[in-house]
Every structure is written in structure tokens, then in C-alpha cells.
């Protein structure tokens, strides 16, 4: 299959196949004219990278548990010890905390400029009550100190 069908049928660009490819989360086959070629596995890990990075991880947390995309689902079970899931789990708590930090951050911007408008206009301006969050279960944060089954965190 050729980059233009694995685009199709991924939703992504050309572009971003070859970026993948360039940053190591991906190696196709080649021709013997050297072009690239995709098989059905390539899509499985293209859809794979595209909604972990959808879901908030960066190419650099991706990159770091790539070796272990297309082994037994993560959410098996069975797998839930072994040192390369440890990876993955690190890097999603990493990165779940760092975007828990930047929520609070900006939850406090928006109550601060809500606070100013309400005192520099007072009646003019009746600001919107913040947003509810979402159903369901409270956002995880990030450990506070690493377990020590789990290697240093990998730099992101």
C-alpha cells in the first residue's frame, strides 16, 4: 500500500506519515526503488499514534513506549507488570499531571479576570458561571513520588 492510501485510511496527511516516520514511531518497508510501502499493521500503528496524541500525550511521551504499541492491548490485564506497561503508565501520569497543573492554572486566570470584570464594571458585567466538569471519575493526578518497580521517567 502507498503513503496516499495509508492517509486515506487513517485521516491523516502524507505529511504526517512521513513525520511519524521521521520521529522513529513508525518504519515502513521500502521497494527496490525505494519507495515506501504500508501494510495493514502500519495503519493499525499509525491510528494507534494519531489518538494517543488526540488524547493529549506529545510525539516525545509516544516516542518513549513506541517498542510496545503493537504488542497486547494495554488494558490487558495480563500485561499489567511487566517494566515496558511500567513505561507507559509513568508517561501517562506524567503527562495527566502536567495537565492537571495547567487546568488549575487557568481555572485561576479565568476566576481572577471574572473577580476584575465583576470589580472594575460591577453590574455591566455579569460573568458566566464556570463551566461544570465532565461526568465521571475524578481526574487522576500525578504520583507523588515513583514506585520502585518503575525506572526514571523518560525527559519529554
Not at 48 to 53: F, G, H, K
Request: proline share 10%; with cysteine.
Amino acid at each position: 500500500m502507498r503513503i496516499g492510501d495509508v492517509a486515506a485510511a487513517t485521516g491523516l496527511t502524507t505529511r504526517a506519515v512521513r513525520y511519524y516516520e521521521e520521529q522513529g514511531l513508525l518504519s515502513p518497508g521500502r521497494t527496490p526503488s525505494g519507495h515506501r510501502t504500508y501494510t495493514s499493521a502500519d495503519i493499525r500503528r499509525l491510528r494507534t499514534v494519531s489518538e494517543l496524541l488526540q488524547a493529549g500525550l506529545t510525539v516525545s511521551d509516544v516516542r518513549s513506549f513506541a517498542h510496545v504499541l503493537d504488542t497486547t492491548p494495554l488494558r490487558d490485564p495480563a500485561g499489567a507488570g511487566e517494566p515496558d506497561r511500567c513505561d507507559v503508565a509513568e508517561v501517562a501520569q506524567h503527562r495527566l499531571g502536567e495537565l492537571d497543573q495547567r487546568i488549575a492554572r487557568l481555572s485561576s486566570i479565568r476566576d481572577g479576570l471574572a473577580s476584575q470584570l465583576t470589580n472594575r464594571f460591577g453590574d455591566l458585567f455579569a460573568p458566566a458561571p464556570a463551566p461544570a466538569p465532565p461526568p465521571g471519575p475524578a481526574p487522576a493526578s500525578a504520583p507523588a513520588s515513583r514506585s520502585g518497580s518503575c525506572p526514571a521517567a523518560h525527559g519529554t
